[in-house]
């Protein structure tokens, strides 16, 4: 009996163009599994044991699954989780740019921008993630202003777990964020839990 055709082979050569493109966006989208996140090479951690961008956005789409509901009634979830899981797509092109490259924010905007931009181009919602990306980043609404808390958070929680595991003094991560934590409810909270426990670490 013949197979039926598959649906590679049944789709049109304009079609098969699209989804080559599609391919490679998510072919550059994978290398955010091995861009290290470059502020804790800069300090010392060891290659070998720093996170991955991935690493990093998985953990700040799960807060903003799981603390949402307990953040601000205003929050909308399925927006929030779809900010957190796009806001470092771009680095899968540029890099994990910091402050020590010695990038103008302006410069590191541009660069971000026309990377998405170009990355997310062959996809049939393109310009509303691009356009959901750019609220996040000029924190244009209560989702973003959230997300923006959870990335740091994120940040926080990974530099309280690097302190305990190599020894060393990664207070700047901590005290750097705080303005960020003078809204929400649940975010202060566990930011202040952090300071908390990593002080009463210090102290034993």
Do not use: C
Not at 113 to 119: G, I, Q, R, V
Not at 121 to 147: Q, Y
């Amino acid at each position: 009996m013949k197979k039926p055709d598959s649906r590679s082979d049944s789709i049109s050569s304009d079609n098969s163009l699209a989804l080559a493109d599609i391919k490679l966006t998510l072919d550059r989208l994978y290398h955010l599994k091995s861009v290290k996140r470059s502020g804790w090479l800069q300090v010392g951690i060891p290659s070998d044991r720093v996170e991955s961008v991935a690493d990093h956005s998985l953990f700040v789409t799960l807060l903003a699954l799981l603390l949402s509901d307990n953040e601000d009634h205003r929050i909308n979830k399925f927006k929030v989780i779809r900010m957190a899981l796009i806001h470092d797509l771009a680095e899968s092109v540029v890099g994990d740019i910091t402050p020590e490259d010695g990038v103008t924010p302006d410069e590191k905007f541009r660069r971000e921008s026309e990377a998405l931009k170009s990355l997310l181009k062959p996809l049939p919602m393109a310009e509303e993630l691009l356009a959901l990306w750019h609220e996040f980043e000029n924190g244009d609404s209560v989702e973003a202003k959230f997300v923006r808390r959870l990335d740091k958070l994120e940040m926080v929680f990974q530099a309280a777990r690097y302190e305990a595991s190599t020894g060393m003094d990664l207070s700047g991560f901590f005290t750097s964020v705080s303005a960020l934590f003078d809204e929400g409810e649940l975010t202060p909270a566990l930011y202040q839990l952090l300071l908390e426990s990593r002080n009463t670490a210090q102290d034993e």
